[in-house]
């Protein structure tokens, strides 16, 4: 799945997609995708609230309480702020020396130059992302730190209100970040009933065929037990909900579904 990137912007807001079913996008980092099957974009911010993050990580903790190892992977991985969102909520929430079990989480992105910002160290914010960080963890100023670095993302769409951030070793040591295809790194998966898919806000911009196709991939690969994570975009605009039901898998909370 060979991509173009290239930033889209309209003359009032920034778009996710040429299209009226979307949402103005916000947030640290936004990219536009072309290729041959079809256009569309992508953005991220940290804690992005189509999901309930503590929750999630209180249900991740009793679900694989005895399970020793678990495989966390991450799709569409783009600049980090959904990794670390998913970091802080595992350590920070009933936190205990088993947390370890889920580190590193591997974090996979298409985009070459988004995985190259997210290996950095280094992280591009809005206020609103830097208001949301300090609105979900406890311990704000021991994650991240100013910098007079400068993140510049080739193709990113610029914005003068933007602020670099360090990210501490405390998070960047437990995320691998790396420039893959998702259809490539899915065939050669291997599941022992313990891994948590994370594939958010990304099957939303295919056609409902392809998304139903992918579905099939993922059930095909996750065994009993194993959760596959989706995103707002996903729910929103296409039957991925109903191909999840329809392939195996069940409702456990937002945007959370279990294989059966």
């Given at each position: 799945?060979?991509?173009?990137i290239t930033?889209?912007?309209?003359n009032n ?14 947030g ?10 079809g256009?569309?974009?992508t953005n ?5 609230d189509?999901?309930d993050w503590?929750a ?11 399970t ?13 702020s959904?990794?670390?969102t998913q970091?802080i909520?595992?350590?920070?929430n009933n ?13 996979f ?7 190259k910002?997210?290996?950095s ?6 206020t ?10 406890e ?10 670095k ?12 933007v ?10 040591d437990k995320v691998?970040?790396e420039n ?9 998966m ?7 898919l994370m594939c ?8 409902d065929?392809?998304?139903e ?15 596959f ?6 729910t929103?605009?296409?039957f991925?909900e109903?191909?999840l039901g329809?392939n195996g898998?069940t409702k456990v909370?937002?945007h ?5």
């Open positions: 799945m060979n991509m173009k930033p889209f912007i309209s807001n920034i778009y996710s997609q040429k299209s009226e079913k979307n949402s103005p996008a916000f640290t980092t936004h990219r536009y995708y072309k290729n041959a099957n256009e569309f974009g991220t911010w940290p804690f992005r189509d999901i503590k999630l990580s209180e249900y991740e903790k009793k679900h694989f309480k005895n020793q190892k678990v495989n966390l992977v991450q799709f569409a991985s783009s600049d980090g959904e990794a670390y970091i909520s595992l350590i920070e936190p205990s020396a088993d947390d370890k079990k889920f580190f590193p989480i591997k974090a992105d298409i985009d070459p130059e988004v995985v910002a997210a290996q160290r280094l992280l591009n914010t809005m609103f992302d830097r208001v949301s960080l300090q609105m979900n963890t311990n704000y100023d021991k994650y991240f730190k100013e910098t007079g400068k993140l510049d993302i080739k193709d990113d769409i610029k914005f003068d209100s602020k670099t951030l360090e990210v501490s070793k405390i998070l960047t691998v970040f893959a295809d998702m259809y490539k790194v899915l065939a050669k291997e599941d022992n009933s313990n891994t948590i958010r806000n990304i099957l939303g911009y295919f056609d065929n392809k998304i196709n992918f579905i099939k991939l993922v059930a095909e690969k996750l065994k009993k037990g194993s959760l994570l989706i995103g707002e975009h996903d929103r605009i296409s991925t109903r191909y329809e898998f909370m937002k959370v579904f279990k294989k059966l």
